[in-house]
């Protein structure tokens, strides 16, 4: 039987809680007892969309509906000082949340709330051992504590929010020409690559979803989430610390998507899998690990981070996998519906579907299938969205894949990739 020490509680809520909570958002409750605004159109908010509207080229699909969803997300889900709040888990924020925030902000050029997200998230989640910082990572999970009071409830590190945290620090620094916000981010370079990377077979290094401690139990396993592999910004990483192997990192990204797809029939990637480092050969976990090995809410975020790689940097491989691995949901597609969770043999687990499923393989059916996308679009995506909402209004998960999902990745100006 293997054991996950301090894991069950990273897994309940990064890519899983959003879409599987009961939690209702009636008469959300904070530490201030301040609440967003509700999702009802102002005076501000319509100047505030003008504005948001100006930062997206023309050309671009959906222009409208990516500004308005925005501005509704940022009043609703964003507290005034920058908090992210997650309704659907008892009014908690994550290191997932406040990166999401921060990375649509600078995408679409806010730096009003850029500023206040990364302010709340430095001075509120920080990981401390002896009331000293430990590192510049950021605790993952942040709320109303056993006594009452709020702060760090697990004060471990959850990788993908701290790499989509450092892109978007990355990003704004040179959106905005802010040289602090690149200092912050070579910190934090530093810390993820020390904390969260490890090299193992034949001198292969691999990114760890947290700590070492939780998750290589023994000298020949670890545990990987390969929707946390990000390709795109390792390259970007690169390009402002060459100290470190970041495109290492790109390479053993790829060998574990494509390797780990054949523990599924139907070439699907995994929320979760284990990797032994002296055979190179991929497991699934146990039924009876919290952590699961199947098709789910985590791994559809392995389409949109593969087709950011295929669009910014043109890679071969992105492409490849995309085309691939997306076969047998091409083919659910042909019958105009995929199921939320799927076994990895292909099986629905569920007779439900997914919003935040429909705009992740959006991103990749662009790269591969564009009819297929723009089907996904029409009948699948649009029809969710109400208000600058997508779905249910306290779904925070769904909202934010379907905007990262929806904007075109060419809409980035090219001089903030290089």
Known sequence: ????????????????????????????KTPDEKTPVANVPTEGSSQNLTGLLAELPKSTPNRELLAQSWDSYRQRFIQSDGRVIDYEASDSSTSEGQAYALLRAVLINDPATFALTLNWSENNLQRQADGKRTDSLWA????????????????????DGDIDAITALILASRRWNQPEYLELAKLKLQDLWNLSTISKTQGKRYLLPGPVAAFVPDSSTIYLNPSYFAPYAFRIFAQVDPQHDWLSLVD???????????????????????????????????????????????????????????????????????????????????????????????????????????????????????????????????????????????????????????????????????
Not at 2 to 27: D, E, M, Q, R
Not at 144 to 156: F, L
Not at 313 to 340: C, D, E, G, R
Not at 370 to 379: G, N, S, T, Y
Request: proline share 6%; hydrophobic share 40%.
């Open 1 to 28: 039987m293997w054991h996950f020490p301090k894991v069950a509680a990273i897994t309940c809520l990064i890519g899983l809680s959003a879409c599987v909570s009961s939690y209702s958002a009636a008469n959300p």
């Open 252 to 418: 053993s990204s790829y060998q574990v998507l494509e390797d780990s797809a054949k523990l599924s029939s139907v070439g699907l990637p995994s929320d979760w899998v284990a990797l032994n480092t002296k055979t190179g050969q991929y497991q699934t976990l146990p039924a009876s690990s919290t952590l699961k090995s199947l098709y789910s809410f985590d791994s559809y975020r392995v389409w949109w981070r593969l087709s950011l790689d295929a669009a910014w940097f043109n890679s071969p491989q992105a492409k490849s996998y995309l085309v691939t691995s997306t076969q047998h949901l091409q083919k659910l597609w042909s019958k105009q519906s995929i199921p939320a969770r799927i076994d990895l043999q292909g099986k629905p687990l569920v007779d439900y579907e997914a919003t935040s499923q429909y705009a992740m393989l959006y991103a990749a059916m662009q790269v591969v299938k564009p009819a297929i996308a723009q089907e996904l679009l029409v009948k699948k995506i649009l029809p969710q969205y109400k208000q600058g909402i997508w779905g249910d209004q306290s779904a925070y998960y769904t909202q934010n894949l379907a905007w990262l999902g929806l904007l075109p990745p060419k809409a980035i100006p090219q001089r903030l990739l290089k």
């Open 140 to 159: 993952w999970k942040w709320g109303r504590k056993e006594d009452g009071n709020w702060g760090v409830i697990d004060s471990n590190f959850a990788s």
